[in-house]
Protein backbone atom coordinates (compact mmCIF):
# COMPACT_ATOMS: atom_id res chain seq x y z
CA UNK A 1 0.00 0.00 0.00
CA UNK A 2 1.40 3.42 -0.82
CA UNK A 3 1.86 5.56 2.70
CA UNK A 4 1.85 8.86 4.18
CA UNK A 5 5.42 9.82 2.67
CA UNK A 6 4.16 9.39 -0.48
CA UNK A 7 1.33 11.73 -0.40
CA UNK A 8 4.14 14.13 1.18
CA UNK A 9 6.05 13.22 -1.63
CA UNK A 10 3.84 13.87 -4.24
CA UNK A 11 3.46 17.42 -2.52
CA UNK A 12 6.79 18.02 -2.60
CA UNK A 13 6.40 17.18 -6.34
CA UNK A 14 3.71 19.36 -6.56
CA UNK A 15 5.53 22.32 -4.57
CA UNK A 16 9.01 21.63 -6.83
CA UNK A 17 6.50 22.53 -10.18
CA UNK A 18 5.38 25.94 -8.63
CA UNK A 19 2.26 24.85 -7.74
CA UNK A 20 2.70 26.21 -3.84
CA UNK A 21 1.71 23.49 -0.90
CA UNK A 22 2.37 24.49 2.20
CA UNK A 23 2.10 21.92 5.23
CA UNK A 24 -1.23 23.08 6.01
CA UNK A 25 -2.26 21.75 2.86
CA UNK A 26 -0.59 18.26 3.51
CA UNK A 27 -2.85 17.79 6.72
CA UNK A 28 -5.79 18.44 5.04
CA UNK A 29 -4.83 16.22 2.17
CA UNK A 30 -3.95 13.59 4.70
CA UNK A 31 -7.73 14.31 6.42
CA UNK A 32 -9.45 14.21 3.28
CA UNK A 33 -8.28 10.30 2.83
CA UNK A 34 -10.15 9.78 5.68
CA UNK A 35 -13.58 10.59 4.12
CA UNK A 36 -13.49 9.74 0.39
CA UNK A 37 -13.27 6.48 -1.57
CA UNK A 38 -9.45 5.88 -2.05
CA UNK A 39 -10.24 2.98 -4.69
CA UNK A 40 -11.84 5.69 -6.80
CA UNK A 41 -8.86 7.38 -9.05
CA UNK A 42 -11.76 9.93 -9.71
CA UNK A 43 -12.67 10.71 -6.63
CA UNK A 44 -8.89 11.04 -5.33
CA UNK A 45 -8.04 13.24 -8.19
CA UNK A 46 -10.55 15.80 -7.73
CA UNK A 47 -10.61 15.40 -3.88
CA UNK A 48 -6.80 16.63 -3.82
CA UNK A 49 -7.51 18.89 -6.89
CA UNK A 50 -9.62 21.03 -4.64
CA UNK A 51 -7.23 20.93 -1.82
CA UNK A 52 -3.59 21.50 -3.30
CA UNK A 53 -4.26 23.51 -6.25
CA UNK A 54 -4.17 26.95 -5.31
CA UNK A 55 -6.16 28.30 -8.51
CA UNK A 56 -7.38 27.32 -12.27
CA UNK A 57 -4.15 28.11 -13.44
CA UNK A 58 -2.70 25.06 -11.69
CA UNK A 59 -5.24 22.38 -13.00
CA UNK A 60 -3.44 21.30 -16.06
CA UNK A 61 0.19 20.93 -14.01
CA UNK A 62 -1.73 19.07 -11.27
CA UNK A 63 -3.38 16.64 -13.63
CA UNK A 64 -0.02 16.02 -15.35
CA UNK A 65 1.99 15.39 -12.15
CA UNK A 66 -1.42 13.39 -10.76
CA UNK A 67 -1.12 10.70 -13.94
CA UNK A 68 2.81 10.70 -13.53
CA UNK A 69 3.03 10.40 -9.88
CA UNK A 70 0.04 8.17 -9.05
CA UNK A 71 0.30 5.88 -12.49
CA UNK A 72 3.62 4.00 -11.24
CA UNK A 73 2.32 2.62 -8.11
CA UNK A 74 -1.14 -0.11 -8.46
CA UNK A 75 -1.31 0.19 -4.86
CA UNK A 76 -4.02 1.68 -3.07
CA UNK A 77 -3.45 5.94 -2.08
CA UNK A 78 -4.04 5.16 1.75
CA UNK A 79 -2.26 2.96 4.31
CA UNK A 80 -4.98 3.28 6.91
CA UNK A 81 -2.81 1.22 9.47
CA UNK A 82 -1.04 4.98 8.96
CA UNK A 83 -4.11 7.41 8.69
CA UNK A 84 -7.16 6.45 10.90
CA UNK A 85 -10.11 8.27 12.07
CA UNK A 86 -9.54 8.48 15.42
CA UNK A 87 -5.50 8.29 16.14
CA UNK A 88 -2.56 9.74 15.33
CA UNK A 89 0.21 8.47 12.78
CA UNK A 90 2.37 6.19 14.72
CA UNK A 91 5.95 5.36 14.16
CA UNK A 92 8.65 7.15 12.79
CA UNK A 93 7.11 7.83 9.29
CA UNK A 94 4.16 8.89 11.03
CA UNK A 95 2.88 12.20 9.46
CA UNK A 96 4.73 14.51 11.67
CA UNK A 97 7.80 12.78 10.95
CA UNK A 98 7.31 13.71 7.18
CA UNK A 99 6.51 16.64 8.21
CA UNK A 100 9.04 18.22 9.77
CA UNK A 101 11.44 17.04 6.95
CA UNK A 102 8.97 18.86 3.84
CA UNK A 103 11.72 21.19 3.55
CA UNK A 104 14.55 19.46 3.21
CA UNK A 105 14.08 19.37 -0.39
CA UNK A 106 12.91 22.78 -0.50
CA UNK A 107 15.16 25.01 1.36
CA UNK A 108 18.47 25.89 1.06
CA UNK A 109 19.63 26.10 4.90
CA UNK A 110 16.93 23.07 5.51
CA UNK A 111 15.55 24.46 8.77
CA UNK A 112 11.89 22.60 9.03
CA UNK A 113 8.78 24.27 8.76
CA UNK A 114 6.69 24.51 12.18
CA UNK A 115 3.43 22.47 11.80
CA UNK A 116 0.44 23.58 14.64
CA UNK A 117 -0.40 20.96 16.53
CA UNK A 118 -0.70 19.73 20.14
CA UNK A 119 1.03 18.74 22.72
CA UNK A 120 1.41 17.90 26.16
CA UNK A 121 2.53 20.96 27.25
CA UNK A 122 0.31 23.18 25.37
CA UNK A 123 -2.22 25.17 26.98
CA UNK A 124 -5.92 24.75 26.15
CA UNK A 125 -6.43 28.34 25.09
CA UNK A 126 -3.42 28.07 22.99
CA UNK A 127 -4.05 24.07 21.44
CA UNK A 128 -4.66 24.26 17.44
CA UNK A 129 -8.42 23.86 16.65
CA UNK A 130 -7.45 21.16 14.76
CA UNK A 131 -6.44 19.19 18.00
CA UNK A 132 -9.20 19.51 19.93
CA UNK A 133 -11.24 16.55 21.64
CA UNK A 134 -15.06 16.41 21.71
CA UNK A 135 -14.70 17.43 25.44
CA UNK A 136 -13.05 20.72 24.58
CA UNK A 137 -15.39 21.85 21.66
CA UNK A 138 -18.20 23.26 24.07
CA UNK A 139 -15.43 25.98 25.33
CA UNK A 140 -16.02 27.22 22.15
CA UNK A 141 -19.40 28.07 22.94
CA UNK A 142 -18.88 29.47 26.03
CA UNK A 143 -16.52 31.58 25.07
CA UNK A 144 -18.51 32.97 22.12
CA UNK A 145 -21.90 33.17 25.07
CA UNK A 146 -19.07 35.29 27.03
CA UNK A 147 -17.73 37.78 23.96
CA UNK A 148 -21.65 38.59 22.94
CA UNK A 149 -22.82 39.32 27.05
CA UNK A 150 -19.46 41.83 26.76
CA UNK A 151 -20.82 43.11 23.45
CA UNK A 152 -24.39 43.67 23.97
CA UNK A 153 -23.64 45.64 27.65
CA UNK A 154 -21.61 48.06 25.48
CA UNK A 155 -23.20 51.58 26.54
CA UNK A 156 -23.85 53.92 23.27
CA UNK A 157 -23.30 57.69 23.14
CA UNK A 158 -27.95 57.96 23.27
CA UNK A 159 -30.17 57.80 26.51
CA UNK A 160 -33.23 56.67 26.98
CA UNK A 161 -35.94 57.54 30.35
CA UNK A 162 -35.75 54.75 33.14
CA UNK A 163 -38.11 54.50 36.61
CA UNK A 164 -35.07 54.02 38.43
CA UNK A 165 -31.46 54.70 37.99
CA UNK A 166 -28.07 56.69 38.92
CA UNK A 167 -28.34 59.81 36.24
CA UNK A 168 -30.91 61.94 36.51
CA UNK A 169 -32.71 63.44 33.49
CA UNK A 170 -32.54 67.27 34.61
CA UNK A 171 -34.51 68.19 31.57
CA UNK A 172 -37.46 65.49 32.02
CA UNK A 173 -37.58 66.44 35.90
CA UNK A 174 -37.78 70.59 35.20
CA UNK A 175 -40.60 69.44 33.26
CA UNK A 176 -42.55 67.34 35.57
CA UNK A 177 -41.84 69.87 38.27
CA UNK A 178 -44.73 72.06 36.49
CA UNK A 179 -47.04 69.99 38.05
CA UNK A 180 -46.42 70.88 41.65
CA UNK A 181 -45.48 74.73 40.79
CA UNK A 182 -41.59 74.14 40.43
CA UNK A 183 -41.43 72.06 43.62
CA UNK A 184 -38.93 69.20 41.85
CA UNK A 185 -40.70 66.34 43.79
CA UNK A 186 -40.94 63.57 41.45
CA UNK A 187 -37.21 62.86 39.84
CA UNK A 188 -36.98 61.26 36.08
CA UNK A 189 -34.02 58.80 35.47
CA UNK A 190 -32.00 57.93 32.38
CA UNK A 191 -29.32 55.18 31.35
CA UNK A 192 -27.58 55.16 27.59
CA UNK A 193 -29.10 53.12 25.59
CA UNK A 194 -27.33 49.31 24.55
CA UNK A 195 -24.95 49.55 21.55
CA UNK A 196 -27.32 48.32 18.38
CA UNK A 197 -24.28 46.54 16.88
CA UNK A 198 -25.49 43.75 14.25
CA UNK A 199 -22.51 41.06 13.03
CA UNK A 200 -22.66 38.92 9.91
CA UNK A 201 -20.55 36.03 9.90
CA UNK A 202 -19.46 34.84 6.92
CA UNK A 203 -17.83 31.17 7.14
CA UNK A 204 -15.68 29.36 4.50
CA UNK A 205 -16.41 25.20 4.77
CA UNK A 206 -14.92 24.44 1.41
CA UNK A 207 -12.21 21.54 1.71
CA UNK A 208 -8.99 23.22 2.61
CA UNK A 209 -11.10 24.59 5.37
CA UNK A 210 -11.99 21.20 6.46
CA UNK A 211 -9.63 21.07 9.93
CA UNK A 212 -11.25 24.41 11.26
CA UNK A 213 -14.41 24.98 9.82
CA UNK A 214 -16.61 22.59 12.42
CA UNK A 215 -15.12 24.40 15.16
CA UNK A 216 -15.78 27.74 13.67
CA UNK A 217 -18.86 27.15 13.05
CA UNK A 218 -19.19 26.37 16.90
CA UNK A 219 -17.97 29.53 17.61
CA UNK A 220 -21.07 31.23 15.07
CA UNK A 221 -23.26 29.35 16.61
CA UNK A 222 -22.59 30.25 19.73
CA UNK A 223 -23.17 34.10 19.15
CA UNK A 224 -26.66 33.04 16.73
CA UNK A 225 -27.74 31.77 20.20
CA UNK A 226 -26.80 34.28 22.70
CA UNK A 227 -27.06 37.72 20.45
CA UNK A 228 -30.47 38.75 18.09
CA UNK A 229 -28.67 40.45 15.61
CA UNK A 230 -26.24 38.26 14.00
CA UNK A 231 -27.02 36.93 10.37
CA UNK A 232 -24.72 33.70 9.70
CA UNK A 233 -23.46 32.08 5.86
CA UNK A 234 -21.31 29.73 4.70
CA UNK A 235 -19.91 29.43 1.51
CA UNK A 236 -17.59 27.03 -0.69
CA UNK A 237 -18.58 27.17 -4.33
CA UNK A 238 -21.79 28.96 -3.44
CA UNK A 239 -23.18 31.54 -0.43
CA UNK A 240 -26.22 30.00 2.06
CA UNK A 241 -27.85 32.25 4.74
CA UNK A 242 -27.83 29.18 7.64
CA UNK A 243 -28.85 31.93 10.37
CA UNK A 244 -32.45 29.45 10.90
CA UNK A 245 -31.03 26.71 10.93
CA UNK A 246 -28.25 27.33 13.95
CA UNK A 247 -31.48 28.99 15.99
CA UNK A 248 -33.11 26.54 19.13
CA UNK A 249 -30.89 23.18 17.80
CA UNK A 250 -28.36 21.47 19.53
CA UNK A 251 -25.02 21.99 17.56
CA UNK A 252 -24.53 18.73 16.38
CA UNK A 253 -28.01 18.40 15.16
CA UNK A 254 -27.21 21.69 13.43
CA UNK A 255 -23.74 20.87 11.58
CA UNK A 256 -25.39 17.16 10.39
CA UNK A 257 -27.78 18.94 9.06
CA UNK A 258 -25.56 21.72 7.30
CA UNK A 259 -23.31 19.58 6.25
CA UNK A 260 -25.92 17.12 3.66
CA UNK A 261 -27.47 20.02 2.52
CA UNK A 262 -25.05 22.62 1.79
CA UNK A 263 -23.87 22.82 -1.73
CA UNK A 264 -20.13 22.55 -2.39
CA UNK A 265 -19.62 21.56 1.56
CA UNK A 266 -16.08 20.19 1.78
CA UNK A 267 -15.20 21.15 -2.10
CA UNK A 268 -13.58 23.75 -4.10
CA UNK A 269 -13.53 27.34 -2.69
CA UNK A 270 -14.67 30.82 -4.85
CA UNK A 271 -15.04 33.55 -2.06
CA UNK A 272 -15.45 36.55 -4.79
CA UNK A 273 -18.41 34.78 -5.95
CA UNK A 274 -19.40 33.79 -2.83
CA UNK A 275 -19.16 37.56 -1.34
CA UNK A 276 -20.69 39.04 -4.52
CA UNK A 277 -23.95 36.57 -3.95
CA UNK A 278 -23.82 37.96 -0.43
CA UNK A 279 -23.50 41.61 -1.39
CA UNK A 280 -26.41 41.39 -4.38
CA UNK A 281 -28.76 39.75 -1.34
CA UNK A 282 -27.49 41.56 1.83
CA UNK A 283 -25.67 44.83 1.33
CA UNK A 284 -28.63 47.06 1.68
CA UNK A 285 -28.58 45.83 5.37
CA UNK A 286 -24.90 46.32 5.94
CA UNK A 287 -24.12 50.35 7.63
CA UNK A 288 -21.81 51.69 9.87
CA UNK A 289 -23.22 49.82 13.21
CA UNK A 290 -22.54 46.52 11.01
CA UNK A 291 -19.43 44.54 11.28
CA UNK A 292 -19.22 41.87 9.03
CA UNK A 293 -16.81 38.51 9.88
CA UNK A 294 -15.08 36.69 7.00
CA UNK A 295 -13.62 33.53 8.40
CA UNK A 296 -11.17 32.04 5.19
CA UNK A 297 -8.22 30.78 4.67
CA UNK A 298 -8.12 32.92 1.31
CA UNK A 299 -7.78 29.93 -1.08
CA UNK A 300 -10.15 31.19 -4.24
CA UNK A 301 -10.61 29.40 -7.34
CA UNK A 302 -12.21 32.53 -8.49
CA UNK A 303 -10.88 35.47 -10.08
CA UNK A 304 -9.03 38.09 -6.97
CA UNK A 305 -10.58 41.09 -9.31
CA UNK A 306 -14.16 39.82 -8.61
CA UNK A 307 -12.94 39.29 -4.46
CA UNK A 308 -11.79 43.12 -3.81
CA UNK A 309 -14.65 43.99 -5.76
CA UNK A 310 -17.16 42.22 -3.68
CA UNK A 311 -14.64 43.20 -0.20
CA UNK A 312 -14.92 46.88 -1.83
CA UNK A 313 -18.89 47.29 -1.43
CA UNK A 314 -18.47 45.98 1.82
CA UNK A 315 -16.09 48.10 3.09
CA UNK A 316 -17.58 51.09 1.93
CA UNK A 317 -20.78 50.21 4.05
CA UNK A 318 -19.78 48.47 6.75
CA UNK A 319 -18.09 50.00 10.60
CA UNK A 320 -15.74 47.16 10.47
CA UNK A 321 -14.28 44.57 8.15
CA UNK A 322 -12.49 41.76 9.77
CA UNK A 323 -11.01 38.97 8.36
CA UNK A 324 -9.93 35.72 10.26
CA UNK A 325 -7.52 33.54 8.73
CA UNK A 326 -6.91 30.14 10.77
CA UNK A 327 -3.87 29.77 8.93
CA UNK A 328 -2.16 32.89 10.43
CA UNK A 329 -1.93 30.99 13.81
CA UNK A 330 1.08 29.50 11.99
CA UNK A 331 4.32 31.75 12.66
CA UNK A 332 5.57 30.49 8.90
CA UNK A 333 2.35 31.74 7.41
CA UNK A 334 2.33 34.15 4.57
CA UNK A 335 -0.47 35.24 3.20
CA UNK A 336 0.80 34.73 -0.94
CA UNK A 337 -1.84 33.48 -2.20
CA UNK A 338 -3.80 35.55 -4.90
CA UNK A 339 -7.01 36.15 -2.93
CA UNK A 340 -5.44 36.78 0.21
CA UNK A 341 -3.32 39.37 -1.74
CA UNK A 342 -6.55 41.13 -3.21
CA UNK A 343 -8.12 40.95 0.61
CA UNK A 344 -5.53 42.39 2.48
CA UNK A 345 -5.94 46.17 1.41
CA UNK A 346 -9.70 45.97 2.06
CA UNK A 347 -10.09 44.99 5.66
CA UNK A 348 -9.64 46.31 8.66
CA UNK A 349 -8.38 43.67 10.89
CA UNK A 350 -6.66 40.49 9.36
CA UNK A 351 -6.43 37.95 12.50
CA UNK A 352 -5.63 34.25 12.88
CA UNK A 353 -8.65 32.17 14.75
CA UNK A 354 -6.76 29.10 15.20
CA UNK A 355 -7.56 28.68 19.16
CA UNK A 356 -9.40 30.24 22.00
CA UNK A 357 -6.68 32.79 22.74
CA UNK A 358 -7.18 34.06 19.31
CA UNK A 359 -10.81 34.12 19.48
CA UNK A 360 -10.92 35.73 23.08
CA UNK A 361 -8.43 38.37 21.24
CA UNK A 362 -11.17 39.25 18.76
CA UNK A 363 -13.62 40.93 21.51
CA UNK A 364 -12.05 44.62 21.37
CA UNK A 365 -12.32 44.41 17.37
CA UNK A 366 -16.37 43.63 17.80
CA UNK A 367 -17.08 47.20 19.62
CA UNK A 368 -17.86 49.88 17.07
Not at 83 to 95: C, E, F, H, Y
Not at 110 to 125: C, F, H, L, M, Y
Not at 235 to 251: D, M, Q, V
Not at 331 to 346: C, D, F, N, V
Amino acid sequence: MIQIEELVRFCRALRESGIHVTPAEVITAATVFQVIDTSDRDEVFLSLRSVLATSVDDFPAFAELFDEFWSQSPRKLVERDVITRNAPAKGAKGLAFFLEHWANSLRADGKPINVPGASDTESGAEKDFSAFTNEELEEISRLARRVVKRLASKPSRRWRPVRRGHKVNLRRSLRLSLKTGGELIDLAYKQRRPKRTRLFVICDVSGSMDLYSRLLLQFVYGLQNSFARVESFVFATSLSRITGELKNKTYQRALDRLSASIHGWSGGTRIGASLAAFNAQWLRRIDKRTIVIILSDGWDTGEPEQLAAALSLLKARAGRLIWLNPLLGNTTYQPATRGMQAALPLIDVFAPAHDLASLRALEPHLVL
